[in-house]
């Protein structure tokens, strides 16, 4: 079973940046589509941006124009930068694996099927 590990989560202060990586253990996996997805206590799980099997790119409203995603097949990871950050980007982030064929839109937790733990991202204003 392919694992994957997020990194790069921490406090900083509102309009600062955070580069958050996903490493994934299998190499064979990083053809398929991957994305990152947030969550705060009490609330749904919220799709952030994608990448999939193509290269194309898709992002929540709430976070295009401040957040990239990308990866490097070499390295067996993801990343997400995050710039111009505010206190509502406070939340866990996730990182996803692998979309299921299952008619859900990209941005959906249920359309994937590998998650990591999560890493912590705090933004005080």
């Known amino acids: 079973q392919v694992q994957l590990v997020e990194s790069g989560g921490g406090s900083v202060q509102a309009g600062g940046s955070l580069r958050l990586s996903c490493s994934v253990s299998d190499p064979t996996f990083m053809k398929y589509s991957m994305a990152w997805f947030r969550q705060v206590p009490g609330n749904e799980r919220e799709g952030v941006a994608t990448i999939d099997m193509e290269g194309d790119l898709i992002y929540a409203d709430s976070v295009a124009g401040r957040f990239t995603i990308s990866k490097d097949n070499a390295k067996r990871s993801s990343y997400l930068q995050m710039n111009s950050l505010k206190s509502d980007d406070t939340a866990m982030y996730y990182c996803?694996?692998?979309?299921?064929?299952?008619?859900?839109?990209?941005?959906?937790?249920?359309?994937?099927?590998?998650w990591g733990q999560g890493t912590q991202v705090t933004v005080s204003s």
């Open positions: 996803a694996l692998f979309r299921l064929s299952n008619g859900q839109a990209p941005l959906v937790p249920l359309a994937y099927k590998y």
